[in-house]
């Protein structure tokens, strides 16, 4: 004769169904956070969210204190574990986030590194830098001028052109195209 097996809890059913708003209802209601599995092993919520790839999930039960390192039968870390198994990337950089330590052995995939995890609502949204260089970077060459003091210039190359900085005056952001900036020293003369 076969064994009957439990029916899964309520917060279990919702998981499984992906079902956020059962899942809210059903830890209100007072379904426990850190259930255990047939092994007497913590964390089957997230362990169970984590396999099944719902990052909103995942993000309640972590934020109401679910356990990132919870372990199963196999070992430690198991919601990470499974969230790579399944490949589940953006899950397994939520749980890194949160703290979830990689077992012995275990590493994490290229994918996995370069993820930031989406903001939780009501979270402020900082745009990523572009991978690609913008088009419109000002190029200078050092200059071969020499501006001691304003009105006293001494060129030291007649091909010298421009200024070393690392800051481009507000002014010259509000120039049109063709205007050509005041100049307030003495412009050197260059022998010709």
């Known amino acids: 004769m076969t064994e009957k097996a439990l029916p899964p809890s309520k917060l279990i059913s919702a998981i499984r169904a992906a079902r ?22 913590g ?9 099944e790839g719902n990052l909103a999930i995942v993000r309640e039960l972590l934020t109401r204190g679910a ?11 198991a919601p990470l574990r499974l969230a790579l198994r399944r490949g589940h990337h953006e899950i397994a950089a939520t749980l890194i986030q949160e703290g979830a ?13 370069g993820i930031k995890s989406a903001p939780l609502p009501g979270e402020a949204v900082v745009p990523a830098l572009p991978d690609t260089p913008a088009d419109n970077l000002i190029e200078f060459t050092p200059s071969k001028l ?5 009105g006293n210039s001494a060129p030291e190359a007649v091909d010298a052109f421009g ?30």
């Open 101 to 113: 330590c990689l077992p012995p052995g275990q590493t994490i995939p290229q994918e996995v590194l």
């Open 146 to 150: 020499s501006f001691q003091t304003p």
């Open 67 to 77: 356990d990132p390192n919870a372990s199963a039968a196999d070992g430690a870390s």
């Open 43 to 51: 964390g089957l919520p997230l362990r169970t969210a984590c396999f």
């Open 20 to 41: 956020l708003s059962g899942v809210v209802v059903a830890l209100e209601d007072g379904a426990d956070l850190e259930e255990v599995d047939v092994h007497g092993h």
């Open 163 to 192: 200024t070393e900085t690392n800051a481009i005056s507000a002014d010259l952001m509000f120039l049109d195209v063709e205007e050509i900036p005041p100049i307030p020293w003495e412009t050197p003369t260059i022998p010709k």
